[in-house]
């Protein structure tokens, strides 16, 4: 009976509430749809101590245990918080000490450290089993200077130099290789093509492509596209080179570098403005074909917590903020590995803990709520950028794709802020619902208000108005008059067995 009684009392509720967000049809996955997360496979987790000869510890600089085993393990973790697809760091076997994967000593062979191509293909088969893609970081520029390539007399002209000092000064010396030498194109070629077939990756992160001819790019694009077509490239770059040198480079994507420096400095503490990156967003959605991948840090930055702490604020809020941002901008985001618990550090070993799993549940929760609409919402990953008001740590701007709109209202201040939209811009026939905290806009006076508590981000949907209609009030007029009903026969039953 008591059962009964709550569904009688619950069903007007659940008409009320059972309306879709968006009527949207569900499209074919493609690249842009993913949400990215870089594993730096050394520092992430521990899965097999049977590769555990050169750990220590207590030196950054040295190995800390993770392999391909403890990256399978934790993909369950990985696929919870919302990631599509890995970016795993360099897997080629690499001089002593290379924990990072750039120290490449050969090409074909994987680091013992990480474990065996049998378990770099369980990592991949547990991923893809999952629906998640893997892509491996592949840097095409730089070698050890131990590499045998180096000490072959016949491969002289394969390096424009054999002992060059690396951009980022914890790499040491490098060995820099001449990609405009066809020998070294149609190498790296056929190294690119054997990992595809070997460990069936869906995709590569160019790493240090950015100084790379467009004419090598080119023709690896092609040769490995040719091979499999819907196989991803993601160039890398340094903040210096133009996006428009990728353009015609046959990538699909290229990091946004430009973008994670204003978005540091933005999101770093409350009041900063943030009308720079909402003009580099329209220019690139403008004027760029190429798919952007937005990030906040990566493993040759300082991390992003580093800038959040030397201002004296809560990191984990901080993160909030720029994930909400950077989720629904247009481009991909990738979140470096330890982002989720505001790992600290400055650039290079410092900034390459071990990640302790000791989670910051509440910034976990928020990444899996944004992640889920990202998968949900195709404005967020498809649609029209416009950016509708910035001023003093507040942004607003709309995202459009078909028939679904969404406004994104992110409040980076430190005080309430209240920002009107024209109800003539949206749809005065409509409403604003709130996806994050649940607020609601309605047209008054022929304008939409948002109003956002400090440091505090919403996602709102357009959509139709929920008022009290026909059907809602026939059927809870017909619920109470049952309910009446079954009291009185409970009534009626109770009074007869009396008698």
Do not use: C
């Not at 951009?167 to 990609?179: C, H, R, T, Y």
């Amino acid at each position: 009976m008591k059962k009964t009684l709550f569904s009688l009392v619950l069903l007007p509720f659940l008409l009320l509430y059972a309306l879709p967000v968006s009527a949207v049809e569900k499209e074919e996955r493609t690249w842009q749809d993913e949400t990215m997360y870089y594993v730096m496979t050394d520092r992430f987790h521990n899965g097999d101590n049977k590769n555990d000869k050169e750990i220590n510890n207590h030196d950054l600089r040295a190995y800390q245990g993770g392999d391909f085993t403890g990256a399978a393990e934790k993909l369950d973790y990985l696929h919870d918080m919302g990631i599509t697809s890995i970016i795993i760091s360099p897997v080629f076997e690499n001089a002593k000490g290379g924990y990072h994967g750039y120290w490449i000593t050969d090409f074909y062979k994987t680091n013992k450290q990480f474990g065996s191509l049998k378990e770099l293909n369980h990592l991949v088969k547990e991923a893809h089993d999952r629906d998640m893609k893997v892509i491996v970081d592949f840097p095409i520029m730089q070698v050890s200077p131990s590499h045998p390539w180096v000490k072959d007399a016949a491969k002289a002209d394969w390096f424009v130099t054999k002992s060059g000092h690396a951009e980022e000064k914890w790499l040491g010396q490098m060995a820099v290789l001449n990609l405009e030498n066809e020998a070294v194109k149609q190498e790296l070629i056929k190294v690119g093509q054997w990992w595809m077939k070997k460990a069936d990756i869906d995709g590569y992160y160019l790493s240090d492509s950015a100084n790379a001819p467009v004419s090598f790019l080119q023709d690896f694009s092609a040769q490995l596209k040719q091979q499999q077509k819907n196989f991803f490239l993601l160039g890398g770059n340094d903040g210096k080179t133009d996006i428009k040198h990728f353009e015609k480079s046959g990538l699909d994507s290229v990091m946004n570098a430009e973008l994670a420096g204003l978005l540091q400095e933005q999101f770093k503490n409350v009041n900063e403005p943030s009308n720079q990156s909402a003009a580099l967003l329209k220019k690139e959605s403008e004027e760029s074909s190429l798919l952007l991948a937005n990030y906040l840090d990566s493993s040759k930055t300082d991390r992003f917590t580093k800038k959040t702490v030397e201002e004296n604020m809560f990191p984990g809020t901080r993160w909030m903020m720029a994930l909400t941002y950077l989720y629904t901008v247009p481009g991909v985001p990738v979140v470096y590995y330890g982002s989720e618990v505001a790992l600290n550090g400055e650039k290079g070993p410092e900034s390459h803990r071990l990640l302790s799993f000791k989670e910051d549940q509440e910034l976990i929760d928020h990444m899996k709520e944004i992640g889920e609409l990202r998968q949900k919402l195709p404005a967020l990953t498809r649609g029209s950028y416009e950016p509708i008001y910035d001023k003093d740590g507040m942004t607003v701007f709309k995202r459009q794709y078909k028939d679904e709109t969404l406004i994104v209202a992110v409040n980076n201040s430190n005080k309430t802020q209240k920002v009107t939209i024209p109800a003539e811009e949206l749809d005065r026939n409509k409403e604003l619902r709130g996806l994050l905290e649940g607020g609601l806009a309605r047209p008054e006076e022929e304008k939409f208000s948002l109003i956002l508590d400090r440091e505090t981000a919403e996602i709102y949907a357009l959509t139709e108005k929920v008022g009290v209609n026909k059907l809602f009030i026939a059927a809870l007029a017909a619920v109470y008059i049952i309910f009446m009903a079954f009291l009185y026969l409970v009534w009626k039953r109770g009074k007869a067995s009396r008698q």
